[in-house]
């Protein structure tokens, strides 16, 4: 097995963090791979914010909901859905961007912030570090979108933690893939009894790593899943001028 394959297969999200820094030539790199990966018509419209400020940290990490490895780690990175830039391509042509108010936008703003993360949490693991991703900065993404002085159209999504690793994580087991895999066409069977084996095969996992108060995948999912867990979102965006449909 190649050992691109091995990195993925063996995927996992490190919150355990030394607190020494991350040199900044292999920094450079993760940030150049990142740069490279593909992006909706070539458009570009995602840029990083690289915060390794410790006091910054800690201010992010009480903005995603109290998150101490955000703290942590040496290095977070705000992952930005950025139509500033596009809007500037269009204003030499003499018109305005529109993109940037409908939904559409929003929706390939956020698959090029996602390509983003893996490609980032990629790049950090091959450079021996580990990563999470952090959308809990969406718990407050005003504050975010102020404290890193983003302009308007431009707002975090989601964000990365990036360091040495202290106490390495397991990997999680997932849903049976079955659940996952269609082939030719969506097949519709019940998948109940596969989230009760779910729930079972995670409850062995969390007694397996000693974490006795681990929760089911199915109640985790129903305490977020009931409500809109991050009511300022919308708020958020029409601060930055984003995604609020024109009349
Ligand atoms: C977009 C995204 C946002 C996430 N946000 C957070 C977060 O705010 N805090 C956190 O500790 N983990 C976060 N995670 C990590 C998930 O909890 C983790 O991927 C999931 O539990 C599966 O575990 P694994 O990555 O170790 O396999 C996020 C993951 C993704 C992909």
């Known amino acids: 097995m190649s050992d691109t394959l091995s990195l993925l297969l063996g995927h996992h999200s490190d919150r355990s963090f030394r607190d020494d820094p991350v040199d900044g030539a292999v920094l450079d790199e993760i940030v150049a791979a990142a740069h490279q990966a ?11 914010v690289i915060v390794q400020d410790a006091e910054t940290r ?16 040496p290095v977070f990175i705000a992952v930005i859905i950025d139509f500033a830039k596009t809007g500037a391509a269009l204003t030499l042509h003499g018109k305005e961007q529109q993109v940037h108010h409908h939904l559409e936008g929003l929706v390939a703003g956020s698959v090029d912030v996602g390509i983003q993360i893996a490609t980032l949490m990629i790049a950090a693991r091959a450079s021996g570090l580990g990563a999470v991703p952090i959308g809990g900065i969406r718990n407050d993404l005003a504050a975010l979108n102020t404290l ?3 302009p308007q159209g431009c707002t975090a999504v989601t964000g990365l933690c990036i360091g040495h690793v202290d106490q390495p994580a397991a990997v999680k087991p997932r849903l049976d893939l079955s659940t996952y895999r269609h082939d030719e066409r969506y097949s519709d069977k019940d998948i109940a009894p596969a989230i009760v084996d779910y729930d079972n095969r995670l409850a062995a996992h969390w007694a ?8 089911s995948w199915s109640a985790s999912i ?13 708020a958020a965006f029409a601060a930055q001028g984003l995604f609020t449909e024109k009349e």
């Open 38 to 48: 593909p992006t909706s018509h070539n458009a570009q419209h995602v840029s990083l």
């Open 58 to 73: 800690r201010h992010i990490a009480a903005i995603a909901g109290g998150q101490p490895h955000i703290a942590r780690a």
């Open 148 to 150: 890193l002085a983003l």
């Open 208 to 215: 397996a790593i000693g974490r006795m108060e681990g929760e």
């Open 222 to 234: 129903a305490e977020f899943y009931d409500h809109d867990y991050y009511p300022g979102v919308a």
